[in-house]
Nanobody, 124 residues
Framework: QVQLVESGGGLVQAGGSLRLSCAASGRTFSSYGMGWFRQAPGKAREFVAAIRRNGDSTYYADSVKGRFTISRDNAKNTMYLQMNSLKPEETAVYYC?????????????????WGQGTQVTVSS
């Protein structure tokens, strides 16, 4: 069982930056591949980025490549998403998710655990 808690969301102007955190409970955080997803009102949940359980490999949605950076600190049971050059259309609730296994996972349906989400609002 893993419990996930996101933080770091808020209101930012277009072009600004935010750093999201996802704190995980339990002692097996390093056993889980992790991902970030987002969901805007009236839209489907969208993959943003994912990272392997040991942090040696990452994958990004094309729309965020070069602007977002996913990372993790297994000693702190925490994953991060550094978001730069934010755009108004990226306003959404951002969720972190955990999937037991050694791969990178980009399909939201395979994830085992989800956080409650954190709101990111980008003003124009």
């Amino acid at each position: 069982q893993v419990q996930l808690v996101e933080s770091g969301g808020g209101l930012v102007q277009a072009g600004g930056s935010l750093r999201l955190s996802c704190a995980a409970s339990g002692r097996t955080f390093s056993s889980y591949g992790m991902g970030w997803f987002r969901q805007a009102p009236g839209k489907a949940r969208e993959f943003v980025a994912a990272i392997r359980r040991n942090g040696d490999s990452t994958y990004y949605a094309d729309s965020v490549k070069g602007r977002f950076t996913i990372s993790r600190d297994n000693a702190k049971n925490t994953m991060y998403l550094q978001m730069n050059s934010l755009k108004p259309e990226e306003t959404a609730v951002y969720y972190c998710a955990a999937k037991s296994g050694s791969y990178i996972y980009i399909e939201f349906k395979v994830y085992d655990y989800w956080g409650q989400g954190t709101q990111v609002t980008v003003s124009s």
